[in-house]
């Protein structure tokens, strides 16, 4: 490894890429770095932009790169992603978007010109933007003025983003965000300021976000909101998302929280806390795709199709006699969607039904799903009580979210480097 601890990023700007076999991949053109909100964190480099042959700019996972030097970049794998870069709303291209920015130097008040910018890397070998040469501006042409070394906070307006801003400004920046890119957003800011960003968001942003972030902040943000508010954003949950987050509240809260839910909303985050945790009714989703057997695969296409549904939950629809809503009359089986592509469009669900694999029990633990999901091949698993009703379905990300460490949604844990 001969990578230095701190890199000018305008030095790299036409370096050669290389594999590890030392086959050129193209030149580097910038850097991307994933925007922080606020000043005290400065935004964190997730990797560069290369050109190839044919103008085709395709991005570099930091964590790829195996070292930096004054003549080259060598990558330690051969393996590339070839779909064309795009830069994402919460991130910058360091070259183009801060290179000649006009700025102000706080130890003086004086204005500057951004004439590179370096980046570091800490012991978890995250690397982050840190400071900034800045050229003072003397309004006289034939005079160069003296070259500033700064940290990062200290070159004002560089981004824009402050402790001064006002939610509003903050909610324009953060808007474009998926939901877990804001998640991670709102981890980085501090707790006041995450509260009334989240407090900010309509219910059903806000229920998609808190469903991305760790424990802990999702039960600091819902008791920030009061208890009126909260209930409201609870409705707008995955029943499974909602029970999860209420199964970190004392048993007081959680009655006072649900009594304030409609009832049908309630019902089913009830039942879902009444079961035994790592077990397939404590994971479940109670609302996965149901119809009746003579529901045919036109509906059924309609149905998957639904723009609010998970790609796990959109995988399949489930068979089973009326009533339709959990827990359902006797379960049937399943159908896949590539099952559905195939029928044609007047058949009948019940027709191509699938129900030669066993459906789970409420008590099947953790170990046994991941076991059989793996062996089958499959998305999604039905659950089913003791008279063979459909109680709900086990999905893929349901069992990821078990499996990970507790504390993966953290941005401040430890990770260790991951391909990006």
């Given at each position: 490894m001969t990578t230095p601890n701190r890199v000018y990023i305008a030095r790299l700007a036409g370096l050669t890429v290389f594999d590890p076999n030392g086959d050129q991949v193209g030149r580097v053109r910038d850097a991307v770095a994933r925007l922080r909100t606020t000043v005290t964190r400065p935004p964190q480099v997730v990797g560069l932009v290369a050109e190839m042959p044919m103008r085709r700019r395709i991005f570099l996972s930091i964590n790829r790169i195996t070292s930096i030097d004054a003549e080259s970049v060598v990558l330690g794998t051969g393996t590339l992603n070839l779909r064309r870069f795009e830069k994402r709303p919460n991130e910058l291209l360091v070259l183009a978007d801060l290179l000649d920015r006009r700025v102000q130097i706080e130890s003086n008040g004086r204005p500057g010109t951004v004439v590179d910018v370096a980046m570091e890397t800490n012991r978890n070998g995250e690397w982050t933007l840190t400071r900034v040469a800045v050229r003072e501006q003397t309004?006289?042409?034939?005079?160069?003025?003296?070259?500033?070394?700064?940290?990062?906070?200290k070159a004002r307006g560089l981004i824009g983003l402050s402790e001064t801003r006002g939610t509003a400004n903050l909610?324009?920046?953060?808007?474009?965000?998926?939901?877990?890119?804001?998640?991670?957003?709102?981890?980085?800011?501090?707790?006041?300021?995450?509260?009334?960003?989240?407090?900010?968001?309509?219910?059903?942003?806000?229920?998609?976000?808190l469903g991305e972030l760790p424990e802990r902040d999702q039960v600091e943000?819902?008791?920030?909101?009061?208890?009126?508010r909260a209930a409201d954003v609870l409705e707008e949950m995955d029943p499974d998302d909602a029970a999860d987050l209420l199964s970190e509240l004392p048993p007081p809260e959680q009655e006072v929280l649900l009594d304030l839910m409609e009832p049908d909303e309630a019902d089913p985050v009830r039942q879902l806390l009444k079961y035994k945790p790592g077990t397939a009714g404590s994971v479940m989703t109670s609302e996965p795709i149901i119809l009746p057997p003579d529901a045919t695969v036109a509906e059924a296409l309609a149905r998957i199709r639904e723009p609010q549904l998970s790609p796990a939950v959109a995988a399949q629809v489930f068979v089973a006699r009326a009533?339709?809503?959990?827990?359902?009359?006797?379960?049937?089986?399943?159908?896949h969607f590539q099952r559905l592509l195939r029928e044609p469009p007047a058949e009948l669900v019940g027709g191509v039904v699938v129900n030669d694999i066993d459906p789970l029990q409420p008590g099947t633990p953790l170990p046994e799903i991941t076991r059989r999901m793996a062996t089958y091949d499959l998305v999604a698993m039905p659950v089913v009580d003791a008279t063979n009703r459909l109680l709900g379905a086990v999905t893929v990300d349901d069992v990821l979210d078990q499996?990970?460490?507790?504390?993966?949604?953290?941005?401040?844990?430890?990770?260790?480097?991951?391909?990006?």
């Open positions: 309004g006289r042409l034939s005079r160069r003025g003296h070259l500033h070394q700064l940290e990062w906070e909610l324009a920046v953060l808007e474009g965000m998926r939901a877990a890119d804001l998640a991670n957003a709102l981890q980085d800011l501090p707790d006041r300021r995450r509260d009334e960003v989240a407090a900010a968001l309509d219910d059903e942003r806000l229920a998609d976000v943000i819902l008791t920030a909101l009061g208890r009126e009533p339709l809503a959990t827990p359902t009359g006797r379960y049937l089986g399943m159908v499996t990970l460490p507790a504390d993966w949604r953290d941005r401040d844990a430890p990770v260790g480097s991951t391909d990006g």
